[in-house]
């Protein structure tokens, strides 16, 4: 049930939807007042939440920075989060704009620090389509250099909290000790932490698909519209409002 209604919420909560509703209504209603009023909001929210610098501002307070581990540092484990493979049809998969998890834990293992990568996800979609993430990861691994020895796959996972759980059974079964490394997006890393912290699971946070940069005066490429910006505001709202769900959770 959680599942299902967290996949209801990431639809409420991305501002696209706010926007076009307010519009709709502007367009459609016959009462002058109401039509001036939703016509302002919708252009109001709409030049808002398309403002890449005031987004930076934002986003920037909530992301994790990135991690420079010391040269003696060494894990038994580095724990990728899933999400970074899509797929059209059920059968092929392509990597996606979080890639970057992908990339840190390989880099990881081929620098010395992780001597096993966790994969740790299953289907994120309300109607699986068949595809196994997790096997197709396996493989990706193999080819950047990452033996089958050394990568261990939990594929059942379909949010954070069973990320956390179903982790934490792996771990006790392959006998690695902590603290581990945990790798995921930027943005995802603050709710990310206090999940897997929450189910005693020793972590340190090693983020990835960092989108923000030091912030300074915007100039004009700062303030004009971007429509991407509307979807990373979306992102970022998911991401406030499930720490705040998540930290009251048992």
């Not at 209604?5 to 991305?14: E, P, Q, R, W």
């Not at 970057?100 to 010395?112: C, I, M, P």
């Not at 994969?119 to 994120?124: K, L, R």
């Not at 923000?212 to 990373?232: C, H, L, Q, R």
């Amino acid at each position: 049930m959680y599942f299902i209604l967290s996949k209801l919420l990431l639809f409420l909560i991305n501002p696209i939807y706010w926007i076009l509703v307010l519009l709709l209504i502007a367009a459609f209603t016959k009462r002058a007042k109401l039509r001036r009023c939703t016509a302002i909001a919708g252009a109001v929210m709409l030049l808002l939440f398309s403002n890449a610098w005031l987004f930076n501002i934002v986003a920037r307070s909530w992301e994790y920075r990135a991690v420079k581990l010391p040269d003696s540092a060494r894990y038994s484990c580095a724990i990728v989060l899933g999400g970074f493979v899509s797929t059209s049809d059920g059968k092929e998969g392509h990597f996606n704009e979080s890639f970057d998890r992908f990339f840190q834990g390989v880099k990881l293992y081929r620098a010395g620090k992780a001597s096993h990568v966790l994969v740790t996800g299953g289907s994120s979609l309300l109607l699986p389509n068949g595809f196994s993430e997790g096997e197709w990861t396996r493989g990706q691994m193999k080819r950047f250099g990452v033996p089958d020895s050394a990568v261990l796959i939990e594929g059942k996972a379909r949010n954070t909290m069973e990320n956390a759980k179903l982790s934490a059974v792996v771990l006790q079964q392959k006998g690695l000790k902590p603290p581990y490394l945990l790798v995921t997006s930027a943005n995802h890393m603050r709710r990310s932490v206090m999940i897997f912290k929450k189910n005693n699971i020793d972590v340190q946070p090693y983020p990835s698909n960092i989108q923000t940069v030091k912030i300074g005066w915007p100039v004009f490429s700062d303030i004009i519209p971007e429509p991407y910006i509307i979807m990373a505001w979306g992102g970022f709202l998911k991401e406030l409002i499930g720490y705040g769900v998540n930290r009251f959770m048992k």
